[in-house]
């Protein structure tokens, strides 16, 4: 058989590893694929030709990406350019041309997919997209294809590698925040723009698109909550370790009564969970099912041979399919287009969770019965209070306090009272907590 051509757009770290491995592995992956896979036509307006293994064997480059998605002999057309433009665009073209799409573009997919989902169908192609989730941990095969008997409960994960480098860095070496953030990005585990990582962005969009497969809504980018990590101080990190917890930046995506919960914020989970103990660079899914209950998915989530493992996947799944009707391949959002879901995502005012407060009170008698008075009547019970010495001159303490799961909307009510005392300086900090059970 002759083998699948495919089309690569971008030669960075995604696509440097993806040539690598595609030439590195071709005797493996043609002895599962059935045929064998080569880049016949590769665009990039920038690249390190002499860090990339392989790229000898790509046998055209040019600058111009619509020459390869317009490329008569290009069967599928890998996209690894990133970002909305001229991505998205090209990604159109390619299908408009009836050719198959792989992508590690996680902030297109999340908001650019149902259109692109839409415009995939109707030409009966396939958008793969393996890589735009958790880098290397085959997550969405894994709800897609592995979870497909259950109903999924909820899924909570460790979605962003350097945000997770940056938390485990301020709590092992109590390293500074944005010392570790340039060596996240000088490590190339960094967005272009890494206000996009630290502030849960990055995190977001893939989230969006694990909470639509997990329950089969359309893609609600932006109805995803997001909350980055840049508030984290030192102590909150050390707080958390004395209460037996560890802070993670997660992502959660939860079915309710009332919807669908997605949301990202930094949260406390009990220190003896696996998943709290998911460190550095990697990244880790915890999904509940009904009838296979938890499990655990864990790996690289970033760099670049690791996310071109999960982009050669899709291309071998692509030309597996090659032959198979549109109708009975695997649904893009793992749901029959017609069969999706209009359970509403909720406003982050209706979610349900527990809290870790901290704030700076005055030492007297009287202060902390305040504050508890204000729990107390909207119905917010207390699960731990530590107050700590007084640092040396000064005239406030530390309160750090556990609450039990109450509505969020209370809970900013709660904040607003509290922080009107005359009795409470500054500020008060909330990092939501959960226990994953
Ligand atoms: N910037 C991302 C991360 C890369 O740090 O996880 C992988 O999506």
Do not use: C
């Not at 989530?301 to 009707?325: E, K, M, Q, Y």
């Amino acid at each position: 058989m002759k083998p699948v051509k495919t089309g690569l757009l971008g030669l960075g770290t995604v696509g440097g590893g993806v040539v690598t491995v595609l030439t590195g592995n071709a005797h493996e992956i043609a002895r599962r694929a059935g045929r064998e896979v080569v880049i016949s036509h590769a665009a990039a307006k920038e690249y390190d030709a002499g860090a990339i293994q392989g790229l000898d064997q790509v046998d055209r480059i040019t600058d111009d990406g619509f020459a390869v998605v317009n490329d008569p002999d290009v069967e599928i057309v890998i996209e690894l350019i990133g970002g909305y433009s001229p991505a998205k665009d090209l990604v159109l073209q390619a299908i408009e041309n009836k050719k198959h799409v792989v992508t590690a573009n996680k902030a297109m997919i999340a908001v650019h997919g149902n259109e692109i989902f839409s415009a995939a169908q109707e030409q009966g192609v396939t958008v793969a997209f393996e890589a735009a989730v958790a880098g290397g941990i085959p997550i969405i095969k894994a709800i897609r294809e592995g979870l497909v008997a259950n109903r999924i409960h909820w899924a909570a994960g460790i979605i962003n590698g350097t945000g997770n480098f940056i938390l485990t860095e301020m709590r092992d070496k109590g390293r500074d925040f944005a010392d570790v953030l340039q060596e996240a990005q000088e490590r190339g585990y960094a967005e272009a723009d890494p206000t996009f990582d630290v502030e849960g962005i990055d995190a977001a969009h893939k989230l969006t698109i694990m909470g639509s497969i997990a329950f089969g809504i359309p893609l609600q980018f932006e109805k995803t909550y997001t909350e980055g990590i840049t508030r984290i101080e030192q102590q909150d990190v050390a707080y958390a370790d004395e209460l037996g917890y560890r802070i993670k930046h997660l992502g959660i995506a939860r079915r309710v009564d009332a919807g669908i919960e997605l949301r990202v914020h930094p949260t406390l989970i009990p220190a003896r969970r696996l998943i709290a103990n998911v460190d550095g660079v990697m990244n880790a899914v915890l999904v509940q099912g009904d009838a296979v209950g938890p499990t655990l998915y864990y790996g690289a989530g970033a760099g670049s041979l690791p996310t071109a493992s999960s982009v050669v996947a899709d291309v071998i799944d692509v030309v597996r399919a090659l032959t198979t009707d549109p109708e009975n391949r695997v649904p893009h959002l793992a749901f029959q287009p017609d069969s999706m879901s209009d359970l509403a995502v909720l406003d982050m005012a209706d979610v349900s969770t527990a809290y870790y407060l901290r704030m700076q009170a005055v030492d007297r008698p009287g202060v902390l019965s305040a504050v508890t008075t204000i729990l107390g009547n909207l119905g917010i019970s207390i699960e731990a209070i530590i107050q700590k010495e007084p640092e040396a001159d000064a005239s406030h303490v530390p309160i750090i306090m556990l609450t039990q799961r109450v509505l969020e909307r209370n809970m900013n009510s709660a904040i607003t009272q509290i922080e009107a005392l005359d009795t409470i300086d500054g500020s008060l900090h909330r990092i939501r907590v959960e226990a994953l059970d």
